[in-house]
Nanobody
């Protein structure tokens, strides 16, 4: 059974950094592309970053390009999202997603506020 569990969210000041983690299980992690999405209450879920199964192609939403970095650790079956220079508009619940199985984690809250 595919299972995704996010962690690492919290409250951070503008300009600060956070690193989100997503622990994956139930599938051969290194064989699949993975995504990070975010959602603000009352708005549609937004694709933030994607990484290919081969771990060599990363794409980002324009709003986070140059500030966020997606990566995979195949040894620990963990997906990461390094978020730097955070802005109040980055406040959202962040979700890990496997597009092949359309599986989602429960999400982790990120709040950027002074």
């Amino acid at each position: 059974q595919v299972r995704l569990v996010e962690s690492g969210g919290g409250l951070v000041q503008p300009g600060g950094s956070l690193k989100l983690s997503c622990a994956a299980s139930g599938f051969t992690f290194r064989h699949y592309p993975m995504n990070w999405y975010r959602q603000v209450a009352g708005k549609e879920r937004e694709l933030v970053a994607s990484i290919s199964s081969s771990n060599d192609i990363m794409t980002y939403a324009d709003s986070v390009k140059g500030r966020f970095t997606i990566s995979k650790d195949i040894a620990t079956n963990t997906l990461f999202l390094q978020m730097n220079n955070l802005k109040p508009e980055d406040t959202a619940v962040y979700y890990c997603h496997n597009p092949t199985f359309d599986s989602w984690g429960p999400g982790t809250q990120v709040t950027v506020s002074s």
